[in-house]
Every structure is written in C-alpha cells, then in structure tokens.
C-alpha cells in the first residue's frame, strides 16, 4: 500500500485587526486542500471583527465551524465555497482551540506543526509576541513556533504604524518571523474586491509553502 502526501498542519490565529475577510478566506481556501490540517483559534476581539467586518456572530465557547467556513463579506460576489458539514469541534483537518486554554496541544513545542499564520495580526498581539509575554493561546502558540524556528507569518493591517510597532516588527523578523502586512497588489488584473483579498492570501500561501492559483503571477505566460 502506498501512502498519500503528508498532510501539512498549519496553526491560523485570528486576532482584533481589521482584515477579517482575509483570515476567512484563506481558511475556505486551506479546507479545500485535503492535504492541510487546520488548528484554528480566535480571540475575543478577533471574534468582535467578524461581526463587525463579516456579519459573523461566533459563540467561541460553542464556536459553529460551518457557519464560519460559509461566510462571505456583503460585498462579495460569489458565494462562499461548498464544504462537507462538519461537528462543532472539527474534524481530522480542522481543529478548533479555545484562546485561553494553555493546555491544548498548540501550545506546546512537541507538537508538530508546519507554520502559524496571524490573520489579521492586531497591534497588542504583535507587541506581546514580540515581548514574549504570553497573555492568551495565540501569543503562546507564535512564541512556540520561534523557540522552534518553524515558519511564524504575522499579517498587520494598520495604519499609519508608530515607532514601537515598526520596532515590534523588525524585533519579530530578527527573531525569524516573517511580516506579511496585508497590502494588495493591483498588478494582476483587479475586477472585484475579491481579487484584492485573493492577493494577500496568496501571499501567506506562498509563505507557508501551500500551492494555490488565486491570482496571475508577474510576467506568468
């Protein structure tokens, strides 16, 4: 018997910036991938971005992964893509972890993973990894993938930015983190919103080493 590809598991935290549709889609596009396994967790005020960006109200003690999984922005064009329903705790490819409970198994440096992105990556989050004062799951999670030297992606959407998050940054990407601000290119033939948002995905793909044909690459025949 031969075996399959070895699934590649990724941690995706969304915390309390704006970019909400962001972290959201590059979520939908990783379930397509059933060589991806997913260990997603979501602060309080990342929660409080949903609604507010997404129309997304999550009970995060109860969290409903389909709903999730089946959100679109109001501007969108298309509908969110078809997935198998799963349980309210996930499945073998998507699991979801509280943001306070430091004994899940993210939060310890024995399980394996093969990257962590933060989607959207708020300025508190940026400023307590890059302290490494620890205060939920997330920022406990990021410190175990640099202590690790595993790939760390931290997707800012803010500005104007001050010194001390400039410093945070350089700080983190000194540490081997890779800072990936969520900023759009509009060389690959922009029609929709969504293409803007496909953009900033890609990139994070890309970063964590994920195939995908979201945009038109520079000069691709």
């Keep these: 018997m031969i075996d399959g590809p070895k699934r590649r598991r990724i941690v995706l935290a969304i915390t309390g910036a704006s970019g909400a549709p962001i972290a959201v ?3 939908q596009i990783m379930r397509r991938d059933p060589n991806v396994e997913v260990h997603l967790t979501i602060s309080p005020s990342g929660a409080a971005v949903l609604q507010q960006e997404m129309g997304l109200k999550l009970n995060l003690r109860a969290i409903n992964l389909n709903e999730l999984l089946g959100c679109v922005a109001a501007w969108a064009s298309e ?51 890059a302290r490494s004062a620890a205060s939920n799951l997330i920022q406990r999670a990021a410190e175990v993938h640099l202590k690790e030297h595993r790939k760390l992606v931290l997707v800012p959407r803010e500005t104007p930015m001050s010194v001390l998050q400039i410093e945070n940054m350089h700080r983190l990407a000194a540490a081997g983190a890779v800072i990936l601000p969520a900023m759009p290119g509009w060389y690959h033939d922009v029609q929709r919103l969504e293409d803007l948002v496909d953009f900033v995905v890609a990139r994070i793909m890309d970063q964590i080493g994920l195939d995908n044909g979201l945009i038109q690459r520079w000069k691709d025949a």
């Design 79 to 129: 509908p969110a893509p078809q997935f198998d329903p799963i349980d309210s705790d996930g499945d073998d490819r998507l699991h979801y972890h509280q943001h306070d409970d430091y004994m899940t198994p993210i939060a310890s440096g024995s399980f394996l993973t093969d990257a962590m992105v933060l989607c959207p990556c708020s300025g508190s989050t940026l400023s307590g990894v």
């Design 25 to 27: 889609r590059l979520l």
